[in-house]
Nanobody
Framework: QVQLVESGGGLVQSGGSLRLSCAVS????????TGWFRQAPGKEREGVAC???????AYEDSAKGRFTISKDNAGNTLLLQMHSLKPEDTAVYYC??????????????WGQGTPVTVSS
């Protein structure tokens, strides 16, 4: 049974940092691409960052230089370190696993989401 369980969200002031974690069970992070998405109120869900099975990363433009995606294959945990947070980063953040090894494949599994609120 595949499970993705996010944690680490919360309330932070503008300019602050947060680290999101996603505990993965039911498959190995070394076998599939995984990533983070977010959905702000009234907006569509959007991709934030992705990491392929072999560790190549990709970021949405607004996340470049501020967010870092990484994974601990041994612990089967996906991470998202976020710095210089802005109010527009406020959203529910979702961990996701893709169908294939690369970031171009579609999403197969979703976590339940963790809310991030950035106050101005």
């Amino acid at each position: 049974q595949v499970q993705l369980v996010e944690s680490g969200g919360g309330l932070v002031q503008s300019g602050g940092s947060l680290r999101l974690s996603c505990a993965v069970s039911g498959f190995s992070l070394g076998d599939y691409a995984t990533g983070w998405f977010r959905q702000a109120p009234g907006k569509e869900r959007e991709g934030v960052a992705c990491i392929s099975s072999d560790g190549m990363t990709a970021y949405e433009d607004s996340a470049k230089g501020r967010f870092t995606i990484s994974k601990d294959n041994a612990g089967n945990t996906l991470l998202l370190q976020m710095h210089s947070l802005k109010p527009e980063d406020t959203a529910v953040y979702y961990c996701a696993a893709r169908y294939g090894r690369g970031c171009q494949s579609g999403v197969r599994y979703w976590g339940q989401g963790t809310p991030v609120t950035v106050s101005s």
